[in-house]
Structures are given as C-alpha cells and as structure tokens.
C-alpha cells in the first residue's frame, strides 16, 4: 500500500496535525501494522518536496511546533490518479508452497503430508480472521474478508495440488 | 492408525471400515469430538467424508469398527434404538430439501417435538424460541416455498436444535446459500450450538465455512486425519 497516497488522501478532507494523521491511519488501515511517527514525518516531507501537500499552520506549544498540513491541488491529482489506476494482481507464479511442493517430490518427502499441514496452519488464519469480522465492524469484516478471500483462494489451490500429486510427481521426479 | 480416544468425548470412531460394493467409503477411519465443539470434516469430493457422517450419526451402519456415543456402542444398537437415539439425541442439517413443504415453517420446527409425543401447543412454543434465535420468528406462518434458501436454511437450523441435541450433524449447511447468507446461516448455527453445548459434525469442502469450527479433520480415501492431534 502506498502510505504516501493513503496520507495524501486522508488530508483531502482537511488538514491535519502530524499526529492526526497517524491515527486516523492506524484506526482506518494500520489495525495490524500502525505507522511510526518517523514514518508519518519523512512521508510529509517528501510530499512537502513534491509540492502534494503545503504547511497551512504552526502552533506553538509546551513541545515541539506542530505543523498543520493541507493537501494542494497538484496533491488532489495525484490522489485521483492513485485511486483511477488499478493495481496490478500479484501473478503469486513462483510461491514458496509451489517450490516446497515440487522440493518434496524431488527428495521423495510426503506432499501430501506438507499440504494438510499448510491447510490446517490457514484454517487457523481464517478462524481467527472470522473470529475478529465477528466481534468487529463494518470496516473489520471487509477487511477480514478481504484476507479471508485471499487465503481460500489459496486453499482451493492446495486442494487442487493435492488431487494431483501423483501427476505432479511423474513430472517432476519421474 | 488407531489412536485412543481423547478423555471426555462424547463420540469417537475407531477403525471404520465401510465399503459400498467394491468401492471402498472408508478403510480406517478415526473420530472424535467433545460436547460443545465444533469439528470440521474436510476433504476431496468422494474422500468419504459424508459416509464418515452417516456412520457417526447411526444412519448407515459401518461393515467394522466402533462407534461409541456417550459410553454406549452404537454399532452394537439394534435398527430401533439407534432411531430412537437419532430422533431424541441428534440433530440434522443438509444442504436442501429439508422442510415438508405442506407444513408451515414453525410447523417444519416443531415437527421433531410432534414425532417425540409433545402436544402440538408446546412444540410450536418450544419452535418458535428457536426460530427468534435464528431471526427467523417471522417466518413462523409461512410454507417452506415462501420463503428465501437463506431463510429455509435458518429454519432448518432451528428444526435441528429444537430438540436440544447433544450432537448436530451437517453436511455442507450452507453448500446452496449465497456467500453472505451462508456466513449468517454459520455464525448464528455455531452459536446456538456453543451456547446448548452440543457437538457439532460439520461436513464441508469450504473453508470458509470450516473456519466456524474449532479443529477440522482431514478424509481422504477413507481415512481420516485429526490435524490438531498430528501436530
């Protein structure tokens, strides 16, 4: 994700402190991985560089002076640009479980075995992702389906591999 | 491989042996589970998850192997006895055509209470708790094809508790529902289940719907793996 947009778009509402903004993105988006304060600071900067976003405000205080940020108008086009292009889907072609599948085939190992423990160890994602978008919000359960989707994806392809692991081993270690 | 059965299960298989014809459904299959779990049986299709179930429930007698329910061996019962067991102690849910679709929905509810003696007054009472349970109360007047598949399925949920089993048995619950409709259906199943403290046997090839559970055990050629014992 780019942290540099997200920031960016947050403040398309309205400027915001350093601190504001950090929050707000942990409470929308960082529930797994809050942002540092560095973070927040070295991204403002470079934005600041870009001309995205300009300092509307100083307050001094007891501390530090805290800079209020607002988002400029080349800074609102970058935003649409950002949210019109869409992502690229991740090809996933060389994963980690299709190489440990083929090395276990290779070296004679049970694939079988390596793919039920894969299954059991995202059944237990899952469940705790269900159990979150159960006690959670609107956001959390879009959130968590989004992982959840993901991860069964997987899973169905674990499946699929382990229908064909006999054809899969005349191929790879005949 | 047998293993012995964990303490305090309320139903364990071991060694399960049943062949239709020269197919063999399983060759060796293990099971256990404790009041108040929730265990998913996962598996490829024709793994013989849904004979492991029909076995376990007393609907299909296993050709050798034991079977034991709450310290009696079920594969020892005669025909009318593991009925009598089926209708006073398990529950059931599949995939569809559950509901008789003459009666009305808190009718199809009831409908296990009636076959066990209790007056038609109390049953519907007892049906209807249910139903409120499932958010499906208003429904209570309606017949089976008025109603939407999500919400037949809710209905047949609460059919399945009404009896308050000790053990509920579902092959693929949610397997016609919509993604949506399927999450509600499992979320307020497990926890009618959890909170009655009954057991439930859950098959199904979504693992979507296996994340409600609390292990899974995997089929496949008939034989069984508890994941959670193995690691």
């Not at chain 1, 070295?42 to 501390?63: F, P």
């Not at chain 1, 070296?107 to 039920?116: E, G, K, P, S, V």
């Not at chain 2, 708790?129 to 609460?158: F, I, N, T, Y």
């Not at chain 2, 034989?223 to 193995?230: A, G, L, Q």
Request: net charge negative.
């Amino acid at each position: 994700m780019s942290i540099g947009h997200t920031l960016l778009g947050l403040l398309e509402s309205g400027p915001r402190h350093g601190y504001d903004l950090k929050r707000t993105f942990d409470e929308k988006f960082g529930h797994d991985r809050p942002l540092h304060y560095g973070q927040v600071y070295s991204t403002m900067s470079r934005l600041l560089k870009n001309g995205l976003v300009e300092v509307d405000g100083i307050e001094a205080g007891g501390g530090p002076e805290r800079k209020r940020y607002a988002i400029t108008e080349a800074g609102v086009t970058d935003v649409a640009r950002w949210l019109a292009t869409p992502e690229t889907p991740e090809p996933y072609l060389q994963s980690t479980l299709y190489t440990k599948v083929v090395l276990a085939l290779l070296t004679h190992r049970d694939a079988a075995d390596l793919l039920d423990g894969q299954r059991s160890e995202h059944l237990r994602h899952m469940r705790a992702l269900t159990e979150r978008k159960r006690d959670g919000d609107l956001a959390d359960q879009l959130i968590c389906d989004h992982a959840l989707f993901h991860l069964e994806a997987d899973l169905r392809w674990l499946e699929l591999t382990a229908a064909r692991l006999d054809k899969l081993r005349q191929v790879v270690a005949p | 491989m047998t293993t012995a059965p964990p303490p305090g299960s309320l139903l364990t298989a071991e060694n399960l042996r049943k062949a239709y014809g020269p197919t063999l459904a399983l060759d060796g299959a293990d099971f256990s589970i404790h009041p108040g779990e929730v265990v998913a049986v996962m598996g490829p299709s024709g793994s013989g998850k849904s004979t492991l179930l029909h076995c376990l429930a007393g609907i299909v007698p296993p050709d050798s192997g034991t079977i034991m329910y709450d310290g009696q061996e079920l594969s020892a019962m005669n025909d009318a006895r593991r009925s009598a067991l089926r209708r006073s102690e398990f529950g059931f849910v599949f995939q569809f055509g559950q509901l008789v679709p003459e009666l009305t929905c808190v009718e199809n509810v009831a409908l296990p209470l009636r076959l066990n003696g209790r007056p038609r007054k109390e049953a519907e009472r007892a049906a209807l708790g249910w139903m409120e349970r499932l958010e499906v109360d208003d429904l209570a007047k309606k017949r089976p094809g008025e109603v939407s598949g999500g919400q037949g399925q809710r209905v047949a949920v609460a059919r399945s508790l009404v009896t308050d089993p000790r053990v509920l048995f579902a092959d693929e619950p949610t397997g016609a529902l919509d993604s949506l409709n399927g999450e509600r259906v499992m979320e307020l199943f497990t926890d009618a289940a959890r909170s009655a403290n009954a057991a439930v046997v859950l098959v199904t090839h979504e693992a979507r719907v296996a994340a409600y559970s609390d292990r899974e055990i995997v089929v496949r050629d008939g034989k069984s793996r508890d994941m959670e014992r193995v690691v």
